[in-house]
């Protein structure tokens, strides 16, 4: 099931990239599982389900002006866990000040369902935390 979780997220975040959220929603409402959870690494937030995937989305709308994410890698973690890092930049929408980041994510997959998202500053830090203890 790797392979096509990979190409969920690819999919999931182009249309992101290109400003998509048609397909952004739809992919999500299919592939996300009811109890997903989103830990956001910059606010300690935890969005849940569908709902907090698209209060996330608002959000970043709204902290960001001129706000685009480039996938820089997407790399299979073993069984069920995925990992993708993106390269992000914007304007902080209150002080114009320009930001640009990596930010790497580790998706967590039960079959076809994404159950859980970690997010993290650097692929180091998101490799780390993905080993088995």
Do not use: C
């Not at 995925?82 to 902080?92: C, Q, W, Y």
């Not at 079959?111 to 080993?131: M, N, P, Y």
Request: glycine share 10%; aromatic share 10%.
């Amino acid at each position: 099931m790797t392979k096509a979780n990979v190409e969920f997220l690819r999919e999931g975040y182009e249309a992101l990239q290109r400003g998509d959220l048609e397909t952004f929603t739809a992919l999500s409402r299919e592939r996300l599982a009811p109890e997903f959870e989103f830990h956001h690494v910059w606010d300690g937030r935890v969005f849940r389900g569908f709902e907090g995937t698209m209060e996330w989305i608002s959000d970043t709308r709204e902290t960001w002006d001129e706000y685009s994410q480039e996938i820089a890698e997407i790399a299979e973690l073993g069984e069920d866990d995925v990992l993708v890092v993106v390269r992000i930049s914007g304007r902080g929408g209150g002080s114009g000040v320009p930001v640009a980041q990596e930010l790497a994510v580790v998706w967590t997959f039960e079959g076809d369902k994404a159950v859980q998202a970690r997010s993290f500053t650097s692929r180091e830090e998101a490799l780390e935390a993905a080993r088995p203890s």
